[in-house]
């Protein structure tokens, strides 16, 4: 097992609410990732992070916006959370140490519905 | 980015038959991995290959990757109903610093 954590594994919310997504790892990895994944469907990168103080956006439009304060913590905000936002979510992280070859290793996921 | 493109969508087996699953991509790359994704749950990594490389094996797991097709297998043997799940292919797009999932094959492996 992977020593990610995400926080809430499941949350229901109204249309209109902030929302942030906790993704914690312990692994000392420098980079982290969210993605965002429908029932059955692909992974879409939504977020990267190469390390503190490093945020790219990735091949997903989001309305999301995330921060890397901290080398362990990734945390995904949704500012004003919509119907379209109903989705899962999965962080991950990787050792950029090793170069262009990326295992990735994943947390639980969080399942987010927006009523 | 390019995408993966698994194949079959879904697989439906028996327990003990051998699963085979392919996963088809666009350019060029510098290693392809393979996931698999229990429901509900995050991935799990499996295996990678690197693209010098043409076979691999881990356990009743065998990759086969063929760089001049732009196309990779998983070939499961010997099943069991545990290995009920979704499985992904991921490519490490040269010249790129992320990883590019594919679609997935649901493997159904009843007893």
């Known amino acids: 097992e992977a020593d990610i954590y995400q926080t809430p594994r499941y949350l229901v919310i109204g249309t209109g609410k902030k929302i942030t997504l906790e993704c914690s790892q312990t692994m000392g990895h420098d980079k982290m990732y969210w993605y965002q994944q429908d029932p059955g469907m692909e992974l879409h990168l939504i977020h990267y992070?190469?390390?503190?103080?490093?945020?790219e956006k990735g091949d997903l439009s989001s309305e999301s916006t995330v921060s890397r304060i901290r080398t362990e913590h990734f945390p995904l905000t949704l500012e004003s959370a919509r119907p379209s936002h109903t989705s899962q979510y999965l962080c991950?992280?990787?050792?950029?140490?090793?170069?262009?070859?990326?295992?990735?290793?994943f947390g639980p996921g969080t399942r987010l519905l927006v009523l | 980015s390019q995408q993966g493109e698994e194949d079959p969508q879904a697989l439906s087996i028996q327990e003990g038959e051998n699963a085979t699953m392919n996963c088809s991509y666009k350019t060029s790359i510098n290693n392809l991995q393979w996931y698999r994704q229990n429901s509900g749950r995050g991935l799990v990594h499996l295996i990678l290959?690197?693209?010098?490389?043409r076979e691999k094996h881990s356990g009743r797991l065998r990759v086969t990757l063929d760089t001049s097709k732009k196309s990779s297998s998983l070939l499961i043997t010997a099943s069991r109903a545990a290995d009920t799940a979704s499985y992904f292919c991921?490519?490490?797009?040269?010249?790129?610093?992320?990883?590019?999932f594919g679609k997935g094959t649901m493997l159904l492996v009843s007893p």
């Open positions: 992070s190469y390390g503190v103080n490093s945020t």
């Open positions: 991950a992280s990787s050792d950029h140490t090793s170069g262009w070859v990326e295992t990735q290793y």
């Open positions: 290959i690197r693209s010098n490389e």
């Open positions: 991921a490519t490490d797009d040269s010249g790129y610093s992320t990883l590019t």
